[in-house]
């Protein structure tokens, strides 16, 4: 629907027979993993390799600049900064939060439950001027009978307020069967995340339990009932008393001790923490030393796995939001003149000897200029900046052919 249908009501916020598509649902239905622990997006959120996981992706697009670039005839873009949009994506998309704060919550958000909402402000020209990202808890989506999309968002007070489609920016993650919603990655690894949250709680059991062992007294003769109630009493109470030296037991009349319990080394518990933090790492496809899993590490493999996390898990999450945001932001006749990008450059550049010899062979072979360099690396341009180089002993091969044919004849 275009900016002057919605002004003028052709399309009805309320239709009968309405299909509702709730993601949420799921989380009270479904989410009973084969291991037997609950798991849900805030509580699998709350494991250190998931949560580093969702910080790197989050913080780091939201780090890099988002820009608004406008067409030119040559073929190639400048920064639109003069529209609205320009400052909403870059400096302060609303009264309360920094552009930083807003992209990092709404990919927060996507991480973890596969969608993010924000709520778009338009003004009479039908740009956008502001978006005020939403709880993903308190939005209910649903599809007309039209096949367009309706947004049902409750506030803290319980009031629902009723947006249209072309109110609504909505990011998803991955898209369910549905077309509507987006799954949650959290959902779909339930069993990976049901397993890591099991053994967070053993772990949690074992320091809980200190030094405290589990086991049983064996006497080499029968001691009867009042004997072993007195052992035990006297053995309970030397175990679970606060002092310095309630680790120390004295055994007589041929007592021994057995214990019921496997150390973490006989359980292989630490390795097959190791494995699980892995396979949290596997889906969001970050890099294990990315999250600060060095245990194959060195200088070598760490640099390309920062290449690795540019390549593979940041610059598809950038392109997910800049297809959402083109088409949800940008009318249809503006998007012929106008698109959202991220600049993912500065994350590509390398260090700075790396950078100086890629600008090397650049300017030597005539595709960059010096002002196109400055600008990379913050510096002003220069007069005469634009100037473009030519390797001399390159030349057309008619003009090559021309110049041999002259000097023979000479």
Request: charged fraction near 25%.
């Amino acid at each position: 629907m275009s900016f002057l249908d919605r002004i003028l009501g052709r399309e009805k916020r309320a239709e009968a027979r309405i299909r509702s598509d709730d993601p949420f649902i799921g989380e009270w239905f479904g989410l009973q993993g084969g291991v037997g622990a609950h798991v849900d997006p805030q509580r699998a959120s709350g494991l250190a390799t998931a949560g580093a996981c969702i910080s790197i992706i989050s913080q780091a697009l939201a780090a890099v600049p988002l820009n608004v670039y406008r067409r030119t005839g040559n073929g190639g873009r400048d920064r639109a900064t003069d529209h609205p949009l320009y400052g909403v994506l870059h400096d302060m998309p609303n009264p309360v939060m920094t552009a930083f704060e807003a992209r990092e919550t709404m990919l927060a958000s996507l991480l973890m439950t596969g969608n993010a909402y924000a709520a778009i402000d338009w003004n009479a020209r039908g740009q956008v001027t502001a978006l005020h990202p939403l709880d993903p808890g308190r939005v209910a989506v649903e599809r007309l009978e039209s096949g367009r999309l309706r947004y049902r968002v409750t506030d803290r007070g319980g009031r629902v307020r009723v947006y249209v489609q072309d109110e609504i920016l909505h990011l998803r993650y991955r898209l369910a069967r549905d077309g509507v919603m987006g799954l949650s990655p959290i959902q779909l690894a339930r069993e990976t995340f049901n397993l890591a949250l099991t053994q967070q709680e053993t772990a949690a059991g074992l320091a809980a339990k200190g030094n405290r062992p589990s086991g049983a007294l064996v006497f080499p003769n029968m001691l009867g009932p009042a004997g072993k109630d007195d052992a035990l009493t006297k053995l309970g109470a030397k175990i679970s008393a606060n002092s310095v030296t309630s680790n120390v037991l004295v055994l007589d009349g041929g007592a021994e001790w057995k214990s019921f319990s496997m150390t973490a080394k006989d359980a292989e518990f630490l390795e097959s923490r190791k494995l699980t933090n892995l396979d949290i790492c596997r889906i969001w496809s970050v890099p294990p030393t990315a999250v600060g899993i060095l245990d194959h590490g060195t200088y070598s493999n760490v640099e390309m796995e920062s290449r690795a996390l540019v390549v593979r898990c940041l610059a598809p999450m950038a392109r997910r939001v800049e297809q959402a945001m083109n088409i949800a932001l940008l009318p249809a006749g503006s998007r012929r003149a106008l698109f959202v990008e991220h600049d993912l450059a500065g994350l590509l550049r390398g260090d700075m000897k790396a950078r100086y010899e890629s600008y090397r062979i650049g300017r030597e072979w005539g595709w960059l200029s010096p002002n196109e360099i400055r600008g990379w690396e913050n510096m002003p341009e220069i007069e005469g900046g634009e100037e473009y180089l030519s390797p001399l002993n390159m030349v057309p091969l008619d003009e090559r052919g021309s110049d041999a044919g002259g000097d023979g004849a000479a």
